[in-house]
């Protein structure tokens, strides 16, 4: 099955049954008039296609000659040329901008092997179902660029500027829309010519129309050499950075342009808007982390010096309870040494009785199964010396005495009323 036809030649679909797997096969016709040279030079080209291996170039299977015609059979994909994808429904600047640089990986790796395409425009590359890119042609079909192009003479005939230039031998040079000058001029061609042409092509698929503009081939050379570049429409969604990119990559001067279209390639993924959102975002995240860490830091730091605080609280304090209750078992087991078994005696000739009473309870809830202590209280809380303690005396033997926790108190019951008593006076 024919899949297209040109002046370089004829391609068909066909399917390798040893492989089980459907190929293009590209006839390329070469004219007697060609030099064995040059046909050695063209098969030498499609040998080097044949090596490289990117997944952004048209994979070359084989390379033979058949009956005077080189025969190459290639990787088949099922998709279209860039120019028609460009030309189909409207494509966002980034999704453009994604293709080609698919284009220029491919257009890359070749340069890396020594190989110069010398047609790079948006029909020389097919995007398959899955948005892959591969190159086609890579100067298979170029004769010798040494020779030039006489683009004079052919213009006068009228020719289109989008239409393939051909020798007196009708091999393919390429086409002017894409052209670089040094091409056009006849001059040394490299890398940086495949560079233009390919911002040439981005160039359209951007902004929708040429970089330098002219309906036949004369115009075009003389806006391309003497024009500046054409400006980008006035309502653009394509960010003025781009533009400057594209249209350093289309210096007349080679030596302006950019070293190769890996610098090229890095500069359009270096979009400087995202990169400032990434750093305002990795800004306000590490201030944000920092703020918080920091924050968290001074929780910690506080909690543990607020409980180291509260611990040092807790100790003075049970050590102020220690002091004070040895104090206070001192001064009982004082008490309870001056008391003899004439106690009553003794206790009736305190200045404070009362106090005296109420250390004498306290000694006993510390000693509970003392005898003498309980014969003392029984003493103590006979109504006669309670009547001794205060005017305020109960009229009946006193049933229980309680002390309030700091001492200060003192509560005395009998069968028909409650007393509380200042232990200090």
């Known amino acids: 099955k024919q899949l297209g036809a040109g002046g370089m030649g004829v391609v068909f679909a066909a399917y390798d049954p040893e492989l089980d797997r459907k190929v293009a096969v590209k006839l390329i016709h070469t004219s007697a008039a060609e030099s064995v040279e040059h046909r050695a030079r063209m098969l030498r080209e499609a040998q080097a296609m044949a090596r490289l291996s990117h997944p952004n170039v048209l994979q070359v299977y084989e390379i033979t000659e058949i009956d005077g015609e080189i025969c190459v059979v290639m990787e088949y994909v099922d998709g279209q040329t860039l ?3 460009a030309g189909g429904e409207p494509r966002g600047w980034r999704a453009v901008i994604e293709c080609y640089l698919q284009f220029a990986a491919g257009l890359a790796a070749a340069h890396a092997e020594g190989i110069v395409h010398r ?23 170029q004769t010798d660029a040494a020779r030039g192009v006489d683009g004079v003479r052919v213009a006068a005939a009228g020719l289109d500027a989008l239409a393939p230039l051909k020798t007196r031998t009708g091999a393919l040079l390429g086409t002017p829309a894409y052209m670089s000058p ?13 560079q233009f042409s390919l911002c040439a092509s981005l160039y359209e698929a951007l902004y929708g ?7 036949t081939l004369q115009q075009l050379i003389a806006a391309m050499l003497d024009e500046p570049l054409a400006p980008p429409p006035a309502r653009t969604e394509v960010p003025s950075w781009v533009h400057d990119i594209v249209a350093r990559g289309l210096s007349r001067d080679p030596k ?27 800004g306000g995240g590490l201030a944000l982390a920092a703020g918080a860490a920091l924050a968290g830091w001074m929780a910690y730091t506080g909690g543990v010096e607020a409980r180291a605080a509260e611990a040092r609280a807790q100790e003075s304090e049970a050590q102020a309870r220690a002091v ?14 001056s008391l003899g078994h004439g106690g009553y005696v003794e206790l009736q ?7 005296a009473l109420v250390m004498l309870n306290e000694v006993y809830r510390d000693r509970p199964g003392d005898l003498h202590l309980r014969e003392l209280l029984a003493v103590a809380s006979r109504p006669a010396d309670a009547h001794e303690w205060s005017a305020e005396a109960h009229a009946s033997a006193v049933g229980a005495i309680a002390v309030s926790p700091d001492g200060a108190l003192v509560a005395s019951a009998d069968k028909h009323a409650l007393r509380v008593w200042d232990a200090a006076s």
């Open 83 to 85: 120019g028609e994808w």
């Open 119 to 141: 047609d790079v425009k948006p029909d020389n590359a097919i995007i398959d179902r899955d948005g892959r890119v591969r190159v086609l042609d890579f100067g298979i079909a």
């Open 182 to 194: 040094e091409h056009v001029e006849g001059r040394g061609i490299d890398a940086r010519s495949d």
């Open 209 to 215: 129309r040429r970089p330098f503009r002219g309906d």
């Open 256 to 282: 302006d342009r950019w070293p190769s279209l890996d610098a090229l390639a890095d500069a359009l993924r270096d979009d400087p808007v995202a990169r400032r959102r990434q750093r305002l975002w990795i």
């Open 324 to 337: 004070e209750e040895r104090s206070a078992a001192a001064l009982r087991e004082s008490y309870l040494g």
């Open 349 to 355: 000739t305190l200045d404070n009785p009362l106090r």
